[in-house]
């Protein structure tokens, strides 16, 4: 890149989400400079922030689709930007089944009411004593209202025979059908940077959630010097110029510091 480019920060609200990205804009390419992605004090990329509403504003979808490509652009430039992703996100990027156990961390509340729901004495739920049926209480810009997990939901009553019917229909509504378009898009977004849409689930699918936050977040581990310098290739420099053993004596003694 020649010169100097001019500087833009794009700052982007939605779903809790302060996403923060400094890049050059250099003439017909975009190179990223700089990445932070800043969520909630959690720092997950998450379904469930995702399904908070957000139809009031007509660029959310929009939102979401620029924060993929963020998240490609910081994979592809190997910036790490201190996020995570939550497995139910990630599986459904992914196009992967999620379980219930999967969702233990995203909705704990969830979790357990359907683990009892699983676990109850089949006498009692037969006795319809829950008064449950196939359908599901959503909130939504600050009205209520009932959706059904599947046709005649209202009038299919929960029972010992098709109680895991109901909570799987209930966790892939919660999970897959309520954020479908968010996610969707946030993927487009994604697929927009590989240049190849059948790419991007290929690319979840093919990785491991720990894999793929240790290419976003990074190690918790104490850095190894020893490592880093084995493992370290000079570009116009040798290792044994002044400036390199500088350079190595400052590390250590920051990760000594720290």
């Known amino acids: ?13 939605e779903c809790n989400l302060r996403l923060l990205a400094v890049v050059y804009l250099d003439k017909e390419r975009l190179d990223l400079l700089l990445l932070m992605l800043i969520y909630d004090p ?7 922030k995702a399904m908070k509403p957000s139809k009031v504003d007509p660029m959310h979808l929009d939102y979401f689709s620029f924060s993929g490509r963020i998240i490609a652009l910081a994979l592809m430039h190997k910036v790490q930007v201190g996020v995570v992703f939550d497995r139910v996100f990630f599986l459904q990027l992914a196009g992967k089944y999620i379980s219930l156990e999967d ?3 995203a909705d704990p509340r969830l979790y357990d ?3 009892q729901i699983l676990e109850m004495d089949a006498e009692f739920i037969d006795s319809d004593a829950l008064g449950l049926t196939f359908v599901r209480d959503v909130e939504e810009l600050g009205s209520r209202k009932i959706v059904e997990l599947c046709p005649g ?3 299919m009553v929960v029972n010992s025979k098709n109680r895991e019917e109901y909570v799987n229909l209930l966790i892939r509504h919660q999970f897959v059908t309520s954020i479908s378009e968010q996610a969707t898009h946030f993927a487009k977004g994604f697929a927009d940077i590989l240049g190849n849409p059948r790419l991007q689930k290929f690319f979840f699918q093919s990785l491991e959630l720990e894999d793929l936050d240790w290419m976003l977040f990074g190690s918790e581990s ?3 010097v020893d490592d880093w310098k084995a493992h370290t290739e000079y570009n116009g420099y040798k290792e044994t110029d002044p400036q390199i053993i500088w350079f190595w004596k400052v590390h250590a003694c920051r990760i000594l510091s720290s």
């Open 1 to 13: 890149m020649c010169g100097l480019p001019a500087v833009y920060v794009l700052k982007i609200l």
């Open 42 to 48: 959690s720092k997950h990329i998450s379904a469930k």
């Open 103 to 105: 969702i233990r961390d």
């Open 113 to 115: 009411s359907c683990k």
């Open 153 to 155: 939901g209202k009038c």
């Open 222 to 224: 104490a850095i190894c």
